[in-house]
């Protein structure tokens, strides 16, 4: 696809004006990523920002024993790491392609006089970091303040809403990751995720089959996230 019909679907820079997205478009760089290949490491100087254009990278921190907490899954259309772009410093968290993936990248120094030539682009990043902020500080409240059976349930409940089909038995679905990949994700070990699964199946309140998920009563498994324990 061309830079600019990329470019358009992008929420960074879908109201741009033509020139505007001329200046962009202009001095975006194609760039291409294998599975598992690392799109930049938390820690590193700031090269610049990337949309992307086909695939899905995952953005996630990792503590000092190596333990990984997802912060999101991006795809086409989105971008990352406007923030150390605006503010000089080094990438907060790293970048790694999920799938084979392309992106466009925009240098900081190129990025940085894009803004100061057209302030329009200056203020839609700021749009796009203030619902990142907002998304980040939800993950913090969840770890914070929800236990890890009731974060596995608030998965579960999101997943069968977004890509589950109703059978005779309830909501099926299935997992898109390991026990150890919904870990990261949700913030804990992978022998609590195991656990947890174990005892919900146990309690009847979903059938487990290998990453196969049939949630049998959506409401009851929502009132079970409420009481917590």
Same mark, same amino acid.
Not at 118 to 146: C, M, N
Not at 162 to 169: I, R
């Given at each position: 696809?061309?830079a =600019?019909e990329?470019?358009k #679907?992008?929420?960074l %820079?879908?109201?741009?004006?033509g020139?505007e997205?001329?200046?962009?478009?202009?001095?975006?760089?194609v760039k291409?990523f294998e599975?598992?290949?690392t799109i930049f490491?938390e820690?590193?100087?700031?090269?610049g920002?990337?949309?992307?254009?086909?695939?899905?990278?995952r953005?996630f921190?990792?503590? *000092?024993s190596? $333990?990984e907490q !997802?912060?999101?899954?991006?795809?086409?259309g989105?971008?990352?790491?406007?923030?150390? !772009?605006?503010?000089?410093g080094?990438y907060?968290?790293?970048? !790694?392609a999920?799938s *084979?993936?392309?992106?466009?990248f925009?240098a $900081?120094?190129d %990025? $940085?006089a894009?803004?100061?030539?057209?302030?329009d682009?200056?203020?839609k990043v700021?749009?796009v !970091?203030g619902?990142r902020?907002?998304?980040?500080?939800?993950i913090i409240?969840?770890?914070s %303040?929800t236990? @890890?059976?009731?974060?596995?349930?608030a998965?579960?409940?999101?997943?069968a809403?977004?890509q589950g089909?109703k059978?005779?038995?309830?909501?099926?679905?299935?997992l898109?990751?390991?026990?150890?990949?919904l870990?990261?994700r949700?913030?804990?070990? /992978?022998?609590?995720?195991?656990r947890?699964? +174990?005892?919900l199946?146990?309690?009847k309140?979903i *059938?487990?089959?290998? /990453?196969?998920?049939?949630i049998?009563? @959506?409401a #009851?498994? =929502? +009132?079970e =996230?409420?009481?917590?324990?």
């Amino acid at each position: 696809m061309k830079a =600019q019909e990329i470019l358009k #679907k992008a929420q960074l %820079f879908t109201h741009l004006s033509g020139p505007e997205m001329l200046a962009v478009s202009s001095r975006a760089v194609v760039k291409r990523f294998e599975p598992g290949q690392t799109i930049f490491s938390e820690g590193e100087p700031c090269e610049g920002l990337h949309v992307i254009a086909q695939g899905k990278l995952r953005l996630f921190k990792t503590s *000092a024993s190596g $333990r990984e907490q !997802v912060l999101a899954e991006e795809g086409p259309g989105s971008s990352v790491a406007e923030l150390p !772009v605006l503010d000089g410093g080094a990438y907060p968290a790293s970048a !790694v392609a999920v799938s *084979a993936c392309e992106t466009l990248f925009l240098a $900081r120094r190129d %990025f $940085r006089a894009i803004c100061l030539e057209h302030p329009d682009v200056a203020l839609k990043v700021l749009t796009v !970091v203030g619902a990142r902020l907002r998304r980040l500080v939800g993950i913090i409240e969840e770890l914070s %303040f929800t236990t @890890v059976r009731q974060r596995i349930i608030a998965y579960l409940l999101r997943e069968a809403d977004e890509q589950g089909t109703k059978s005779w038995a309830g909501v099926e679905f299935d997992l898109p990751g390991t026990h150890q990949e919904l870990a990261n994700r949700i913030g804990t070990v /992978r022998e609590l995720v195991s656990r947890n699964l +174990a005892r919900l199946q146990a309690e009847k309140l979903i *059938a487990s089959d290998g /990453r196969h998920i049939i949630i049998h009563d @959506v409401a #009851k498994l =929502q +009132a079970e =996230q409420e009481v917590g324990g």
